[in-house]
């Protein structure tokens, strides 16, 4: 069964960084773009950053700049840095396959929360 396990979660300062990591099978990883979504609290998931199997990223237009997705393909991990980090950043996130065609479970998430 495929799995994905979100962690590097926190609690952080307006302003303050943190580096999201999440472990994949290797079969979904290797031949599929992943992402990064967050979900807040009675809202649905939402895509933030991508990026493709040859490392083509795109990001939301609220996190340009202050976010950066990365993937480690021998270790089946991606990443994001998260930098300047803002109150309504403040959500549970998640990675998943970006692939309209392919349904994997939600991982646990983790939780970011920004506040003062």
């Known amino acids: 069964q495929v799995q994905l396990v979100e962690s590097g979660g926190g609690l952080v300062q307006p302003g303050g960084s943190l580096r999201l990591s999440c472990a994949t099978s290797?079969?979904?990883?290797?031949?599929?773009?992943m992402g990064w979504f967050r979900q807040a609290p009675g809202k649905q998931h939402e895509l933030v950053a991508s990026?493709?199997?040859?490392?083509?990223?795109l990001y939301t237009d609220s996190v340009k700049g202050r976010f950066t997705i990365s993937r480690d393909n021998a270790k089946n991990t991606v990443f994001l840095q998260m930098n300047s980090l803002k109150p309504e950043d403040t959500a549970v996130y998640y990675c998943?396959?970006?692939?309209?065609?392919?349904?994997?479970?939600w991982g646990q998430g983790t939780q970011v929360t920004v506040s003062s």
């Open positions: 290797g079969s979904i990883f290797s031949i599929n773009d």
């Open positions: 998943n396959v970006v692939n309209p065609y392919l349904y994997i479970p």
């Open positions: 990026i493709s199997t040859g490392g083509v990223t």
